[in-house]
């Protein structure tokens, strides 16, 4: 499927020649290994750091563009986690609030920490399609392990 997309010059492309959607293709791409970030959060924190950047949860909404910019911005993601990286899961107060896929895009760091290319949140529906190996699902609870931020867990 590598070559595929990569004589296709993309997903997009390789998904209109094979008649399939392009999230099938990027599975298929990726195979079913893989990892996923779960990390970790509160309602009681500071949204925005020292530095004017947003973080955690913003109250917006999981759709909102602020949102959207919290679950992507600034992750401490080791150099060899991140060609395995499939997704990331948040978890706020012990309950999966979301499922984001990582998708194709730039990996921005600053300082040590990148900026995911996230996309929207998952449905439940798409998180149990893409993931089927993830043990938990939005809405399912998690508890949080006082003192751990984050956690990766194999595909």
Known sequence: MRAIVS???GVTEAAELLGLDPKTVR???RGTSGIV???YRGTNTEKVDDKGRLFGET???EDSAAQLRADSEWFAVAQDKRETLRAVVYVVEG????VREIEDG???EEEGKVALPVGPALSPAEVRQMF????F???SPRPMVRGKIREYIAL
């Open 37 to 39: 970030m779960v990390v």
């Open 59 to 61: 109250g917006q909404g």
């Open 27 to 29: 599975q298929r791409e």
């Open 7 to 9: 004589a296709a010059s």
């Open 137 to 139: 699902n939005v809405d």
């Open 95 to 98: 309950k999966v609030a979301r």
């Open 106 to 108: 730039e990996w921005r």
């Open 132 to 135: 089927p190996t993830l043990p």
